[in-house]
């Protein structure tokens, strides 16, 4: 299985919201992304739904100062 198949089956999530999100970015950024910001991309997959959504609508920010840089490439 390819890396990016991988990620596109660790994006599906139980939230529709994230869903869409999630497979937006993976389009739109996954290719151009550094080995280490896909690294990072994985660890924020890592979260919970709900606490993912809030990193990502900036209603909390993420622990990982590393996250924050990826998370701002959802704008």
Not at 10 to 19: A, K, P, S, T, V
Not at 36 to 59: A, C, H, I, M, S
Request: aromatic share 10%; hydrophobic share 40%; net charge negative.
């Amino acid at each position: 299985m390819a890396e990016i198949d991988r990620v596109r089956w660790h994006c599906r999530r139980g939230l529709l919201e994230l869903d869409v999100v999630l497979t937006r970015f993976l389009e739109s950024h996954f290719e151009t992304l550094s080995t280490q910001e896909r690294v990072v991309f994985n660890r924020l997959l890592d979260y919970p739904d709900n606490d993912l959504w809030d990193f990502l609508t900036g209603k909390q920010p993420p622990p990982d100062p590393d996250a924050a840089l990826i998370i701002r490439l959802f704008d």
